[in-house]
């Protein structure tokens, strides 16, 4: 039976992975998802990429904002707000119930495996979900002016000042679920997520990029018509790669990984050396995501 | 400069609490607040005394629903519920922030006195507010037919079986600031309040007892017509001093502390031995409560 792994950071990989989930029955995909974005906040465990996979999975996703649950309320935060507590990371009132369970449950001793699965069941997430690793891996951003800073410090705290580099803390170990996720893969997808700072910090765990480089990968390009579709991606590519951001830019970036790679039409001729589908990549509601994911799948069964 | 320290539990406390914070200066009064109610729920510190006090003095509590933040919803909690997690003790999405500030200061070794202190000052409390003791001291309800359970257990999740006896378990100390308030007091009020379960808690730790003795003491009777004017007292005063609930049952379970006490006008003759003040004592509004609390004071100044 066919597998495919997904690697995933949030809301464009977790998008894409709507669609896929549409197209290939659950027990055929599961999503590898980065926790490097973790942070504690208001002594909360929050897993914001996990949150959105989960949410945007489970159709209970806000898609206009891109983060958090629709119809959300936000009264807990206007509260902390009068508390003088720091009101800089948004958690709604639905979604702090997502941290409640995820801290409780974490100072039990459950692993986040665990947990992450059982939030998916009461969500109705069909396919499986599980986080890079379960120990702290933590992202950290080195800044040009303002020194290194964990990444939504840096991304939603200081609204993503110049990066002079990425670093992942923590001595955390792929889980022995990622690992089986793996080697049982017949095709690896890789979302449209940013490159540094959603998928490195899974590829560079140990043996995932080993494991990975045995499969047929494929991956949806993050960068259209020269800029990120969303985020700070297209700065970090002119910093840390020296270059101006394009599809290849993603290519080179994961260095002989890819046996494919999805642009925008209009963006294929920006790609040398390995296969490209060349469509409507910006993902709209529920069935352009589902058209998308039918079109990844058939050129992945092309290539390579 | 006289100094005033006020025995409370919950609702009826914190209301009379609030009459008086109208009619004498904030710094002449002091609030020890019983905390043998408090539990950990969805992971949180939950201090329901404490919190009713605080919202009370602060203007901001619901006053229909006698707990909890006016104006206040709960989205939070159907989220819970759809993750499976206990409903029986309803958060709401303010009220969670306040939980969340405890919990978190808690964890990094802040004191509940210190906290409840910062979270007063955010809520604009003019009058001191402290917890009877920083660490858990846990009131357990042993019933006639279910076991022992702790407080909350007992009244909300089970609403309130037949009680065989209460205890107190840990080993808390009435904090500094207990003994310092009741050291310096000349007059000290017990308010309205469960005696078994909201007094007795501070009145038995070690030295509140005797200090307490030695001062001047009125009450607030929590009877008014052989009823409790709210929650299981009258059944705890059949069950526990095997007699019909009146005013003399309160004087004569606080054997010999008391010198007057204040009792719905018409009840004035179920007191014997101690001087008594027949008033309206079922409290309304704002100005109501000053009202009570200014004919307390006078009947204070009177007695004794």
């Known amino acids: 039976m066919r597998h495919i792994v997904f690697l995933s950071g949030g809301i ?25 974005d973790d942070l504690v906040h208001w002594g909360l465990r929050v ?17 206009a904002r891109g983060w958090g649950l629709r119809d959300e309320s936000f009264r807990a935060l206007e509260m902390m707000k009068r508390y ?66 964990p990444f939504q410090d840096w991304l939603v705290k200081h609204r993503a000042p110049a990066v002079a580099g990425v670093r992942f803390e923590g001595s955390a170990h792929a889980t022995p679920e990622v690992h089986d996720a793996l080697s049982r893969a017949d095709l690896i997808i890789i979302g449209p997520s940013n490159p540094y700072v959603s998928i490195d910090p899974i590829l560079t765990l140990e043996g995932v990029r080993d494991r990975v480089a045995q499969t047929k990968v494929v991956a949806l390009s993050p960068i259209v018509r020269g800029k990120a579709v969303k985020g700070p991606l297209g700065e970090m590519i002119r910093a840390l790669a020296r270059r101006e951001p394009s599809p290849q830019a993603i290519v080179d970036h994961y260095a002989g990984l890819l046996h494919g790679l999805v642009v925008e039409r209009g963006d294929e001729s920006a790609v040398r050396e390995i296969p490209v589908l060349g469509t409507s990549t910006i993902m709209g509601g529920r069935d352009d995501r589902a058209r998308l994911a039918r079109e990844l799948l058939d050129f992945a069964d092309a290539v390579g």
Chains 1, 2 share one sequence.
């Open 12 to 36: 464009g990989g977790a998008r894409l992975l709507h669609g896929l989930a549409q197209e290939i029955a659950p027990e055929s995909l599961t999503a590898v998802v980065n926790t490097g």
């Open 47 to 63: 897993s914001p990429d996990l949150d959105t996979v989960m949410y945007t999975l489970g159709e209970v996703a806000d898609q």
């Open 84 to 149: 003088g507590e720091p009101s800089w990371f948004s958690l709604g009132d639905q979604d702090l119930a997502t941290h409640l369970v995820r801290t409780a449950r974490s100072a039990g001793g459950e692993s986040l495996t665990s947990i992450t699965q059982s939030l998916c069941a009461a969500l109705g997430v069909g396919c499986r979900v599980i986080p890079m690793c379960d120990q702290p891996r933590c992202t950290w951003i080195d800044t040009v002016d303002h020194g290194p800073m």
